[in-house]
């Protein structure tokens, strides 16, 4: 077995694509059996939706037939996520289980394991990082030519530090209305317990001139709903337009009839975004700002840049601004040396905030992140405990705020 590392394979073509839904579905009606089929699935955030659409109209450009059948694949590519053990593990059974000729590990995992992937899991053939999706053509090119043969290549790029704009230009979608649109990659904020820093580097805003292109391009091909992406949407900034700015400019284009965004991060949330938000007639009045705990000592040992005090004001100040304005959040409960009190307090701030929706996590711990040099003292049977309580409080909250809304 032969290990290489392709260099510089980014494409060159700059050619719109004329793909369009419809003869998406078309393609994954009617390809010839000879052909070899591509299946991508996706696993992870809506930032790993949206990357696998990207890889699809890459593929589906340099004349690769998609598949949505995974047992009629020949070439099985799994866009995977890093962000908890869970999420890994259901990764690896998966590729486990694929049946496909070539196999490719691409997106968080394949930069958190790089090459080590291929001692892990002989069967893969290639492994490409968040960055290097682009290069995807051309590896898979590569792999197809030696499959087989004596010296059966294996190629793993996981370098990049950023991507070229060109990708997100193919118009691949798998929604006819809506579609998402990635404003800034990566995230620098370095929460203790977090991979995505490691894993899809330093934080990258998009040129606001690209961004509109693709949007204005989505509306002509008859998407009329979009969802603004980013790991920490506020931290947006490209010259001399922030994230705030951005609202608005969106806002004014002709033919969208409805935008939101996630995800924001408190510290970096302010009174000047909650009034653009209730100024931009458009958008959809949803904040999803994760808290994560409730408890100043543990959010500090987070690293969050954030209290108590200040994401409870906030709050306050979103409900007053953002007429009917719904908030939800994210809350890990776990966290090495988190004490009953640490959890009563992320379960009083639950109670009487009463998000519209909560997602809670058991703690994980991740590779490369600063949490690992704490101990993952709480017991597993605790995790489950606390975790239970807070989603059935917030359960609770929920339907009742679904039955008083409805
Ligand atoms: N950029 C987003 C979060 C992305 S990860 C933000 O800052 O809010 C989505 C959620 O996964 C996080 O909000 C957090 O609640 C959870 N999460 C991240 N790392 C985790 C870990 N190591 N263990 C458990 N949950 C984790
Ligand atoms: Fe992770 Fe924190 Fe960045 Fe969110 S803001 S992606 S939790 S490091
Ligand atoms: Fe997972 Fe990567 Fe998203 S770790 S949550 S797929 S950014």
Redo the contacts with the bound molecule.
């Keep these: 077995m032969k290990i290489n590392k392709e260099a510089s394979l980014t494409p060159k073509s700059k050619r719109p694509s004329d793909f369009s839904l419809k003869n998406a579905r078309n393609l994954l009606g009617q390809t010839s059996e000879c052909q070899p089929k591509v299946f991508v699935k996706t696993f992870g955030?809506q930032m790993n939706v949206r990357d696998s659409e990207v890889i699809s109209g890459l593929l589906d450009k340099a004349g690769y037939k998609l598949t949505d059948d995974e047992t009629k694949a020949n070439i099985e590519i799994l866009n995977t996520c890093s962000?908890?053990q869970l999420a890994e593990e259901k990764v690896w059974s998966a590729v486990g289980r694929s049946k496909a000729k070539i196999i490719g590990i691409v997106g968080c995992m394949a930069n958190n394991y790089r090459e080590s992937i291929f001692e892990k899991v002989p069967k893969v053939d290639f492994v490409v990082g968040t960055a290097d999706i682009g290069k995807l053509p051309k590896i898979l090119k590569e792999i197809e030519k030696h499959k087989g043969g004596i010296l059966e290549k294996k190629i793993y790029e996981t370098d990049a530090d950023f991507r070229e704009d060109e990708i997100y230009h193919t118009g691949f979608h798998l929604d006819k209305e809506h579609a998402f649109v990635v404003i800034s990659e990566g995230?620098e904020?370095f929460?203790s317990?977090?991979?995505?820093p490691y894993v899809r580097g330093r934080l990258r805003s998009r040129d606001y001139n690209d961004i509109l292109k693709e949007i204005k391009d989505d509306i002509e091909a008859g998407i009329t709903k979009i969802t603004l992406l980013g790991?920490?949407v506020n931290a947006y900034k490209y010259e001399k337009t922030d994230f705030v700015k951005l609202i608005g400019i969106v806002n004014s284009i002709k033919g969208l009839n409805e935008f939101g965004f996630v995800?924001s991060?408190p510290k970096d949330t302010s009174v000047e975004l909650f009034l653009a938000m209730q100024e931009a007639d458009k958008l959809k009045k949803y904040l999803h700002l994760?808290i994560?705990s409730g408890s100043d000592r543990i959010l500090k040992a987070m690293n969050r840049g954030y209290t108590r005090k200040y994401y409870l004001d906030l709050a306050d100040k979103y409900r007053t601004i953002v007429r009917n304005g719904a908030l939800t959040t994210?809350?890990?409960v776990g966290f090495p040396g988190e004490t009953e009190k640490d959890f009563q307090d992320t379960y009083d701030v639950v109670k009487n905030v009463e998000f519209n929706a909560g997602?809670i996590?058991?703690?994980?711990?991740?590779p490369h992140?600063e949490a690992t040099k704490m101990v993952d003292d709480v017991p597993k049977e605790e995790k489950e405990r606390r975790h239970a309580l807070i989603l059935e409080l917030q359960k609770k909250i929920s339907r009742n705020k679904n039955a008083n809304s409805s």
């Excluded at 317990?193 to 995505?196: A, D, E, G």
């Excluded at 996590?361 to 991740?366: D, Q």
């Design positions: 955030c962000v908890r995230c904020n929460c317990y977090c991979v995505v790991q920490n995800t991060q994760p994560q994210d809350i890990i997602f996590f058991k703690y994980s711990i991740r992140t």
